[in-house]
């Protein structure tokens, strides 16, 4: 872990526009609920045993209490996940010699199976499931990368018109 790095990320976390309220503190991580979503925010880190290496992980779980209501969509997850993963990878711009490796896991078998596409999601974005190559479970990309709202909105636009054009014919 480079020097300082869990501290001023910690620093960061706490900035006003995140809206986290901080349930509890470790040397190592911290435990948040977010103040306008129902969701909480887990962060820690862990050194390796084997190599110079730390696993930084960043957690968010739907915190719905109500089993009526609508649980958090994937797209509202990332609403909040990516301005702190942002903050880290401004944070990470300021190390030289750092080695990055970005990865999720796989909502199904737990196992890190998919790259971490929050930089670069356009590939990710354009398709609706990415198969696991580890459970081979087919996963909603809405959990890989944060799903293209506009696009969305798009597709069910032109579907509605490819139907009236339909109507317009028979
Ligand atoms: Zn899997």
């Not at 620093?11 to 129902?38: I, M, T």
Request: glycine share 6%; hydrophobic share 35%; aromatic share 8%.
């Amino acid at each position: 872990m480079p020097p300082g790095l869990f501290e001023m990320l910690s620093v960061r976390a706490h900035r006003e526009k995140h809206n986290l309220r901080f349930l509890s503190h470790w040397g190592s991580g911290f435990h948040a609920r977010h103040k306008l979503e129902k969701l909480q925010v887990m962060f820690s880190y862990s050194k390796h045993n084997d190599d110079n290496g730390t696993t930084i992980r960043f957690e968010l779980r739907d915190d719905t209490q109500d089993p009526n209501a609508d649980q958090v969509s994937g797209a509202g997850m990332w609403s909040i996940l990516l301005p702190i993963l942002m903050d880290l990878e401004e944070l990470l711009h300021s190390y030289t010699g750092v080695l990055v490796e970005r990865l999720m896991e796989c909502p199904s078998c737990k196992l890190l199976t998919f790259i971490g596409e929050w930089l670069t999601p356009k590939e990710t974005q354009g398709m609706a499931t990415r198969p696991c190559e580890e459970c081979n479970e087919n996963i909603d990309t809405a959990f890989l990368v944060q799903p293209r709202e506009k696009k969305r909105v798009d597709i069910g636009y032109i579907r509605q018109r490819i139907q009236s054009a339909r109507d317009q014919k028979s």
